[in-house]
């Protein structure tokens, strides 16, 4: 799969629910590798914000992003949109410090990325696949997540509150081309007696019954009535409730409130990255969407991304390709064979046997790999990343600078097998580059480090 993002710039404007100003948003395409990011515009200063979930910030009533003292709120509807549409490169240009809640869906942001219409780019997508169940419960015990493997993103979402208005509700999503015709025109909801107190401290300024569903969980006393009329700048008479909802808005659906409810999973869940699984989720809300798509990014970053070797694979490099790029030789080749590469990483295999020069004297009686050479073992795989693009012919030599934050967490002995990942951790500048290193034994650390080299022409 290809990277995506838009061929066009387009915008829209609408008012933002808590400020109530007008808002106006334009999206702008982006080169490939950028990711999504916000950028805000503010007081004649552009703070620029990813969309990741290391930038969350409030989440009592929406998804809000911050950066250098700058935020960005209301995000979940367009971030639910482009990853339905996997849009993974694209600039959200703002005016405000939120975007517009339109009419509280997500109807006019997949009719604004149609518009821009989309076009793929010459890279290959990253994509972030559930490989082993993720479990979430929230501190009170109330909400519960699964994420579970799966060949593409499915969602069962299933929400309950006490209010009959809604009860239990359950929503499915089985592909993300479901979403434009069967999730989009969900709408937010809300009940009357969550409206209230925020009218009264002088919130939810651009709140009106086009951008929500209100449902009635109050008595519409005449007093009641008319704080109601006022705040929505309505004639009394116009005040109406109709199934319990105000103002007789009908429901595109029975389970709306569900189908809403999983579709702010999406957005939010889509700032942990492009995430593959099957999703399990029960009474959720922005707060636990946060705290598990954080344990989601957490995991996948230091779990699920451990390397699994399968010897019925090919290698990407294997022992001879290894030695044209790599000047050592035994006993100082310490890396059999390179079996993936991406963009920013590579994977290089170690067969430690008990034949190991150095297992004569580390030790006799006991042999354990030297802790010196695993990184020494990581610093040739990083060697091989740096020249894994190489052309024939074409020779480079790789000095190591410093080796930075090691730390040895297992020992190894002979018939493992290690595995050795090295990933880049900023771009490659004027031949300098910084990556991080751990080696595994199966699904246990050994070692890690931060690793910085100088790569020069032979």
Same mark, same amino acid.
């Given at each position: ?7 066009? &710039? ?11 100003? *007008? ?41 809000? &992003? ?15 949109? *482009? ?52 479990? /979430? ?18 969602? $069962? ?15 499915? *999503? ?28 002088? *919130? ?33 008479? $116009? ?13 595109? /659906? ?63 490099? $294997? ?70 693009? +190489? ?48 080696? /595994? ?11 910085? +080299? ?5």
């Amino acid at each position: 799969m290809r990277q995506r993002t838009i061929k066009s &710039i387009v915008e829209i404007e609408g008012k933002g629910l808590h400020t109530g100003k *007008l808002c106006k948003v334009k999206l702008i395409p982006n080169e490939a590798n950028s990711g999504i990011v916000f950028k805000v515009n503010k007081d004649g200063k552009e703070t620029l914000i990813p969309a990741c979930a290391k930038f969350i910030g409030d989440t009592s009533r929406n998804t809000t &992003i911050e950066n250098d003292g700058v935020k960005v709120s209301t995000i979940e509807h367009l971030m639910a949109t *482009l990853r339905a549409f996997g849009i993974d490169n694209i600039i959200v240009e703002t005016n405000c410090e939120e975007v517009p809640i339109l009419d509280g869906s997500a109807k006019y942001w997949v009719e604004l990325i149609k518009k821009a219409e989309i076009v793929e780019q010459e890279v290959e997508k990253k994509v972030l696949k559930i490989k082993t169940p993720i479990h /979430y419960v929230s501190q009170d015990g109330l909400s519960e997540y699964w994420a579970l493997p799966s060949d593409e993103l499915k969602v $069962d979402c299933t929400i309950d509150f006490s209010s009959s208005l809604i009860g239990t509700q359950m929503a499915e *999503l089985k592909s993300l081309t479901d979403f434009e015709k069967e999730f989009c025109v969900c709408r937010t909801f809300v009940f009357l007696s969550e409206i209230l107190p925020l009218v009264e401290n002088n *919130l939810i300024k651009g709140g009106d019954l086009s951008n929500a569903i209100i449902f009635v969980d109050k008595v519409l006393e005449q007093n009641l009535q008319e704080k109601i009329a006022k705040f929505f700048d309505k004639d009394i008479n $116009d005040i109406k409730v109709e199934k319990g909802v105000l103002n007789n808005i009908r429901l595109n /659906y029975d389970n709306e409130p569900a189908r809403h409810k999983l579709m702010d999973f999406i957005g939010d869940v889509s700032l942990a990255g492009n995430v593959i699984g099957h999703f399990i989720i029960k009474r959720p809300g922005h707060t636990n969407n946060k705290n598990f798509a954080k344990k989601l990014m957490e995991t996948i970053e230091n779990k699920d991304s451990i390397p699994v070797y399968d010897p019925n694979k090919k290698p990407v490099f $294997d022992i001879m390709d290894i030695r044209q790029r790599l000047p050592h030789r035994f006993p100082m080749l310490l890396v059999d064979k390179i079996i993936e590469k991406g963009e920013d990483y590579v994977v290089g295999l170690k067969n430690v046997t008990a034949n190991e020069d150095f297992f004569n004297g580390h030790f006799p009686e006991e042999p354990v790999m030297p802790g010196v050479l695993i990184v020494e073992a990581l610093g040739q795989t990083g060697g091989l990343f740096v020249l894994k693009d +190489a052309k024939e012919g074409e020779k480079f030599n790789t000095y190591f600078m410093k080796f930075e934050e090691v730390k040895f967490r297992h020992k190894v002995v002979p018939g493992d097998t290690l595995l050795m990942k090295i990933s880049l951790m900023e771009p490659i500048r004027r031949g300098i580059v910084k990556m991080k290193g751990v080696a /595994y034994v199966g699904n246990t650390v050994c070692v890690e480090a931060i690793l910085m +080299a100088m790569v020069t022409k032979a």
